[in-house]
């Protein structure tokens, strides 16, 4: 059966071409220009995936607002901010309120289908027991591929796909340094050095929630970061 | 007076502080003493004609009371036949005391009009003065007389071949007869009067008055003769005369008041009456002087009331005598020397001698002391003739000491008023001052370096004028703050509101080259055009970017946690990764081998040193050397980036760092608003610190350069 998902977007264009690329992967997509008719439609039947727009016609924050109804029907599913806006603030607020990703407008359709893949691969892979092979171990971290979860000394942290995707690309290689472009082709992003270096800092902050003294993430100045053991 | 607004506007007083302004505006109420000093003029003025006045009305009073009394005005004897006056009048001035027959003349207190004079030959002459004291008649003969010989008069007095001089005396006596004598003395001293007695036949014999007493000395350039007569001798006409001969044979040389060929005596003898003193008397008040004068102006009599002792005393201290100082000028006369004195009253009478009552001022004795003057005709039983004139005067030192005084309390009030009024403009231009710099400071930093602008400015809640003009500013600024906001925001909402209309076109493309991959429907140029439409729009992301990083690294130093971290390690790390990253260019970098601790944001640091770097590479060419260095000394760490390539734009190298403001070759095709130096400002500003630009000496090159605070 086809994976639904469903595009919260007020601008029509915008809609239709994303719908158009989601179709042709071969996904069942349903689109929606504000959030009562989202949630009108949410409530009879859940979709597989969400992509959201954080303003909504004549709602600024309609986005955040529609996004934590959604958790609130179904903490499991997969949850993508797709805006123009750009701020580290609304970045923040989108996550916190259990977003799997936040991403702007600038992503290419291919990078955000890569996305969509992913998290329906995580999906699935959260429902099948772990798999030993795809767990990466570093010292305290271990780092499921699969489920693209994250677990320090045992602890899961919570981390965004964009997150998940540069930790995933740091520890592959400890020691060695990844400059930024490095980072954003890991993480199928395209980013200015502000938000990339927002979100080393999100990382650092998260890893540190569980682990005080947590201080595997090294700038190099000039170049980029690295993962030290 | 619109010249006058132009004179305020364009003159001198335009270019003082608004201090000084005031201040001389509060020196103007220096014109009230000035004021005051001509209201007691006025004053004085009106208390001097009041006093004038009220004299003249007492001094009309007097001589009213001795109108047509000639008994009570001269002497019974000597009652004069109104008919003008004559040279040979001998008018006897009343002494209060008797003065002594010395031979000198100084007590005596004569009017000159007293003084009878007489010419004699060959500068010869005489002077004739008269007193009378209770009962006698005092005569004074001053004579000028080259040779004074004195008179043999022990051979026959009566010998016309005698020489020495000699002094006749003649007057009518009570019956009507007349009384010839003579002095002759042989030495100075006390000589005898001798009366010619007529015998039988017309013999004359000199027999000795002894009722008569006479003086004789010598004096400088002749001599005087003072003489005694007892009054109740003595009748209606008077008269004296000098013989003179100096040598055996030699011609007599007469000259006197009597006639010279039978010695008859033909000026009167006008004596004040004995009881017009006590007539007088009962006018007089303390510090008047009362005087009665024939018509002729010789002065009768005089009651001398004593000064009022201190009646003026000058007011001592500095105050006063400055007051003084610009008062007493002109109003009052000065001192003036005696004789002046006199003729001025002088003139007075001969005023009042006409017939009209009269009345002046005067310069006293002493300094600054005024006389008061005021004199009246006394006038016949029938009005039509003057009898005498009566003359009274006193010190003005009444009215003096009054004004002084007003004075001086006027003056000490308005000086008070005065330094009050300065000192309270001087306060009050101060605190305006105060208040206006307060505020202009406040409004030249409301418009901070950072461009967001604080709005609360001092004096906002002030009622008056500054604070309406602080209300103004305020909503002026706010209004400048809304259009500042905007102008911020604008470069990142126009980034926002072209990113959706981008998204449409590059995700269209996206979709476009998707499905012409599966499909051969599509020329081949297509995708050529495909690839354009997405470079084209790849470009516009770009800029979409770069208008929304200020924007960006503002929203990063806000969220930017301070650490401290050593600069110097920073440095050279970042130095060398961007010799990898600009292969075209050399780096030099020189930085202290011991840490640099700074407390700040690496990653900004990072950043603005990226922004250093890639200005330095736009502006230099392929294979140029660009120098990084770190200084530290105790207060700033400073950072430079120097490059070789053209001097920086002369409109001044601290435009560079505001936003949106550039000057790039207008060959430069990749985007750029002006923010890279921007950011570089933003971060130094964030760090305590600040950025500069200049040249390179030589103009090599520019060096950019930003101090961060330790």
Known sequence: MKKTIAIVEDERAIRDNYAAAFSREGYAVRGYPNRREAMAAFAARLPDLAVIDISLEDEPEGGFELCRELRGLSPELPIIFLTARDSDLDAVSGLRLGADDFLTKDLSLAHLIARVNALFRRVDALRRPAEEKQVIRRGALSLDGERMSVEWNGQVVLLSLTEFWIVHALTKHPGHVKNRQQLMDAANVVLDDNTITSHIKRIRRKFQVVDEKFDAVHTVYGMGYRWVE | ?710
């Open chain 2, 1 to 710: 007076m619109g010249r006058f607004l132009e004179l305020l506007k364009a003159g001198p007083i335009s270019g003082l502080k608004l201090r000084t302004k005031l201040l001389l505006l509060a020196l103007t109420t220096l014109a009230l003493p000035w004021a005051g000093c001509q209201y007691a003029r006025e004053m004085e003025t009106v208390l001097r004609e009041s006093e004038q006045q009220s004299l003249l009305a007492v001094t009309t009073t007097i001589a009213g009371s001795l109108k047509g009394r000639q008994e009570l005005l001269f002497r019974a004897d000597s009652l004069p036949a109104i008919d003008g006056n004559n040279a040979r009048d001998i008018t006897p001035v009343v002494l209060s005391g008797a003065p002594l027959i010395d031979g000198r003349s100084d007590e005596w207190d004569t009017n000159e009009r007293n003084v009878v004079r007489v010419a004699g030959p060959g500068g010869d002459g005489m002077r004739l003065l008269a007193a009378t004291h209770e009962r006698w008649l005092y005569l004074a003969l001053l004579v000028r007389d080259q040779k004074l010989v004195f008179d043999a008069y022990q051979m026959a007095p009566l010998d016309s071949n005698t020489i020495g001089d000699r002094i006749w005396l003649a007057f009518d006596d009570k019956r009507g007869g007349q009384q010839r004598l003579f002095f002759g003395g042989a030495s100075p001293g006390p000589v005898p009067a001798r009366r010619i007695e007529t015998r039988e036949y017309g013999r004359e014999e000199a027999v000795e008055e002894p009722r008569i007493e006479a003086v004789w000395q010598r004096a400088k350039e002749g001599y005087v003769v003072e003489i005694g007569i007892p009054l109740s001798l003595v009748g209606q006409h008077i008269g004296v005369l000098i013989d003179d001969r100096d040598r055996r044979g030699a011609a007599r040389q007469s000259y006197g008041t009597l006639d010279v060929a039978d010695l008859r005596a033909t000026g009167r003898l006008i004596a004040a009456s004995p009881d017009l003193n006590d007539h007088l008397r009962q006018f007089a008040q303390p510090g008047v002087e009362l005087t009665v004068a024939s018509s002729s102006g010789a002065t009768l009599t005089r009651l001398d009331a004593p000064a009022l002792p201190g009646d003026y005393t000058k007011m001592r201290g500095f105050l006063p005598r400055m007051y003084r100082l610009f008062l007493d000028g002109g109003a009052i006369p000065r001192s003036v020397s005696q004789p002046e004195r006199e003729r001025s009253a002088q003139s007075l009478t001969s005023k009042a001698a006409r017939g009209h009552a009269e009345t002046a001022l005067f310069a006293g004795r002493y300094e600054n002391s005024v006389i008061v003057a005021a004199a009246a005709p006394i006038f016949s039983a029938d009005g039509k003739q003057v009898l005498g004139v009566i003359q009274l005067a006193q010190t003005a030192d009444r009215w003096l000491t009054l004004r002084d005084r007003a004075l001086t309390r006027l003056l000490n009030l308005t000086l008070i008023v005065t330094l009050f009024a300065v000192g309270a403009a001087f306060w009050f231009a101060g605190r305006m001052t105060l208040r206006i710099t307060r505020l202009g400071t406040a409004s030249e930093n409301a418009l901070g370096r950072e461009g967001s602008l604080s709005r609360v400015l001092p004096e906002s809640d002030a009622r008056d004028e500054l604070g309406e003009l602080s209300r103004s500013f305020s909503s002026l600024l706010g209004r400048l703050d809304e259009y500042t906001g905007y102008l911020r925001t604008l470069a990142g909402k126009l980034a926002h509101e072209i990113r959706t209309p981008l998204t449409i076109i590059r995700s269209s493309l996206e979709n476009l080259e998707s499905e012409a991959q599966g499909s051969s429907g599509m020329p081949e140029s297509a995708h050529i055009y495909i690839s354009r439409a997405r470079e084209g729009s790849e470009r516009l992301g770009a800029i979409l970017t770069a208008m929304g990083a200020a924007t960006k690294v503002e929203e990063a130093i806000a969220q930017s946690e301070r650490q401290r971290f050593d600069l110097a390690a920073l440095v050279r790390t970042a130095v060398g990764a961007y010799g990898a990253a600009f292969p075209q260019r050399q780096f030099v970098c020189r930085a202290p081998d011991e840490p640099v601790e700074i407390i700040g944001a690496p990653e900004l640091i990072v950043q603005l040193l990226d922004k250093l770097i890639d200005n330095a590479v736009d502006f230099s060419a392929d294979g140029a050397t660009i120098t990084v260095v770190l200084g530290d000394d105790s207060a700033f760490a400073e950072l430079s980036v120097a490059n070789p390539g053209p001097p920086l734009p002369s409109e001044g190298a601290e435009k560079l760092f505001e936003s949106l403001w550039q000057s790039r070759p207008e060959t430069d095709k990749r985007p750029h608003f002006g923010l890279g130096l921007y950011i570089v400002r933003l971060i130094a500003e964030f760090h305590g610190g600040t950025a500069h630009a200049a040249n390179l000496p030589d103009d090599t090159g520019a060096i950019f350069s930003v101090r961060l605070a330790h």
